[in-house]
């Protein structure tokens, strides 16, 4: 029986478990196609039976059958099954552009026009009214040329869902007891703290001000995220919000925030909050790994100490989010819940900068977390702030055709306190590392084992690999170098004495200059990397592979306006052969299929990106934080379209119709029966 052995797994069963991760990929999409309210934009806590233990199953044994084998190197090909590149059998990314294409178009069609049809698309996806102050949103939005497309606020109901659950009381008592916040009163903004990264939410927020109600924002200015609340923790939570939400009669509804004390001043002073423990100077794999379902891998794998060691790289735990190869789930590929692995290979869960973590839910904001992360999610103060380092919007518009068919990345080499006995297991050295021609030869001809990279399965029938010329073949095309060792050890400067012998530096290159090459990959550092917006925007192509959540997620559509790569970087050779062909005539490049993604990509960008779409997400953020904040938060909502209070819409003039509030209406009774019967299921399951 396989699941007592290490013989290879069967094929079925590889089917099977893909096939539940295709499956539990679309299952947003189908829930949407039927007009179903829904429970959480990413529902976080489904069952998890459904969403994990038989894929755990699966892939325990996998992981089994592969720890018995020493050194690092990917699973073996029968397992992960990439392509092969036979005959004249199309790609598998040529079928992953077709569905980034189809996806998108379905999104933009859902777009909403006017404020009838955004509060309509409201309620059908969040099973609740719109908040008070969605009229002026709404007008805000449009003053600022937004595209509004109800999915693209589906981060902040996937933050905020929680705390629907928690008393009203105890979030405003939570904000305003935290050291850094900032404060909002009577349309003004202001903030006791300056440190740098608050001055510049200060600043962003303070733009919208005026439109603003009376709260507290609680703000994290560390690098890393500090709140990890036990998944079942969160479930329990989320399935009781699920179970209170509710429609109110639109005559009943609440359409005003109430004004608040000054911190401290307020009814909830009295307040009796759970008292938060912050845990530091433990190994953070530890503490993330409970925020993931207790039958997932990340909490029934062996925990990994050592790191002294070349790290074991299996791309089978990458079969839930791959398909022939490439990530085919994008979302998906950013949990590390199914990739136990990754504990060994990402600097974050081995030893991040800093460690400052608590089990306590409470209304925390901050500019990126992990899958598992409970903060609120605002836009990144470097994306606020558009330093041209990050941004680079000198030479962001050179042309396709002027660009070199090559590779730039520069860095340096963060993602945590590299040291001696860990760094091998860091993602940006395991980067770098494997864009280098000689190292990559070396291991060809066996010369030489790689000490914290693998070479890709032959399955996935590089052409370059099997004439043994792969390390050859990545020297012509790739330019990618430290800046920066970041060594442990003062006074040694850009060097150090534990990496020099497998690394060089160089000099740093402005943006400007990167932009002359077609490809410019993405890697992680401390947390996500501030370089994302900036090459997005530009007009070469952003090659990206994160764990790492931030607010425009749900806008940007992978293979659509970016090319994703897994967190192994098993698929990185692939890739850049599938675009630049592998130097000969037998094997051309796709050069327009590249360039069609990198300009649709800066478009894109162009058009939901900017800082008028972040004050347009924030000030939507902030209103619903301030609703779910508010003791009467159940009775409270926007109701003006059904009750025939819209009188015009920008230009447009449109009335909103007896006949228009009565179909609403109807909705809102409709949904609020829908609501009860989903309450019932999950009370039965």
């Known amino acids: 029986m396989f699941f007592c052995s290490r013989e290879p797994l069967p094929p079925w069963l590889i089917f099977l478990a893909t096939l539940d991760a295709r499956l539990r990929g679309h299952a947003q999409l189908i829930r949407n196609s039927l007009f179903l309210p829904i429970k959480m934009a990413f529902p976080r806590r489904p069952s998890a039976f459904l969403r994990y233990l038989v894929p755990a199953a699966l892939i325990l044994c996998v992981f089994y059958v592969l720890t018995g084998q020493p050194g690092s190197d990917f699973a073996s090909p029968q397992k992960l099954r990439p392509w092969a590149g036979l005959g004249n059998q199309k790609h598998p990314i040529d079928y992953l552009i077709a569905d980034g294409e189809r996806e998108f178009a379905s999104k933009i069609s859902r777009e909403s026009k006017t404020i009838a049809e955004a509060a309509a698309a409201y309620r059908q996806r969040r099973g609740r009214h719109p908040p008070p102050g969605f009229d002026k949103w709404f007008k805000f939005a449009q003053q600022k040329n937004g595209v509004i497309v109800e999915d693209f606020w589906d981060q902040i109901y996937h933050d905020l869902e929680p705390f629907w659950a928690l008393d009203a009381q105890r979030i405003r008592k939570d904000a305003w007891d935290f050291e850094m916040r900032i404060e909002v009163r009577d349309g003004k903004v202001s903030s006791g703290s300056d440190w740098f990264w608050t001055k510049i939410w200060l600043k962003m927020i303070g733009t919208i001000e005026g439109l603003l109600p009376d709260m507290d924002i609680a703000l994290n200015a560390m690098d890393e995220p500090r709140l990890v609340v036990p998944w079942e923790e969160i479930d329990e939570l989320v399935t009781k919000a699920g179970e209170e939400k509710k429609m109110v009669a639109p005559e009943e509804a609440v359409m005003e925030f109430e004004r608040l004390k000054k911190p401290g001043e307020g009814p909830e002073k009295d307040f009796q909050t759970p008292k938060k423990v912050w845990e530091g100077n433990k190994h953070y794999w530890m503490i993330a790994r409970r925020g993931c379902p207790p039958t997932s891998l990340a909490r029934q794998s062996p925990v990994i100490t050592d790191f002294n060691r070349t790290p074991l790289i299996k791309s089978s735990f990458a079969l839930l989010h791959m398909t022939e190869g490439y990530i085919s789930n994008y979302t998906l590929s950013t949990d590390f819940c199914h990739q136990s692995d990754l504990q060994a290979l990402e600097g974050v869960f081995v030893e991040p900068l800093s460690v400052s973590a608590t089990k306590t839910l409470f209304p925390m904001f901050g500019g990126s977390k992990l899958a598992v992360n409970n903060e609120i999610l605002l836009p990144a103060p470097m994306y606020w702030n558009e330093e041209e380092r990050f941004m ?294």
Request: proline content about 3%; overall charge neutral.
């Open 392 to 685: 680079g919007s000198q030479g962001a518009d050179i042309p396709w055709a002027e660009k070199q068919d090559s590779v730039i990345w520069r860095g340096v080499a963060t993602g945590g306190k590299n040291k001696e006995d860990n760094w091998r297991s860091f993602q940006r050295h395991r980067f770098v590392a494997m864009n280098n021609g000689s190292k990559i030869t070396l291991a060809e001809q066996k010369q030489l084992e790689p000490v914290n990279f693998a070479l890709p399965p032959k399955a996935y029938g590089l052409k370059a690999q099997k004439k043994g010329k792969l390390g050859e073949w990545v020297s012509q095309w790739t330019n990618v170098q430290f800046i920066d060792l970041m060594c442990g050890f003062k006074g040694q400067g850009a060097r150090c004495n534990y990496t020099d012998e497998h690394f060089e530096i160089t000099k740093g290159m402005p943006m400007a200059e990167q932009f002359q090459n077609k490809y410019l990959p993405d890697i992680d550092g401390n947390s996500f990397s501030g370089r994302y917006l900036g090459f997005l925007r530009s007009t070469s192509l952003p090659i990206k592979a994160t764990l790492w959540r931030e607010w425009h997620d749900s806008r940007l559509v992978a293979w659509k306006h970016f090319v994703p790569m897994d967190s192994r970087f098993g698929d990185w050779y692939g890739i850049m052969e599938y675009f630049l062909g592998d130097g000969t005539e037998k094997t051309k490049g796709r050069d327009e299929q590249a360039k069609k993604i990198a300009m649709d990509g800066k478009e894109w960008a162009e058009r939901v990106l900017r800082k008028e779409d972040m004050q347009v997400y924030v000030l939507r953020l902030l209103l619903e934080y301030a609703r779910v904040s508010d003791p009467r938060r159940g009775q409270m909502g926007w109701v003006g379209d059904l009750l025939g209070e819209v009188k015009g819409e920008g230009s447009d003039k449109e009335e909103v119709t007896g006949t228009e509030v009565s179909r609403d209406n109807e909705l809102v009774k409709e949904s609020e029966k829908e609501l009860g019967a989903v309450g019932s299921a999950a009370g039965e399951a």
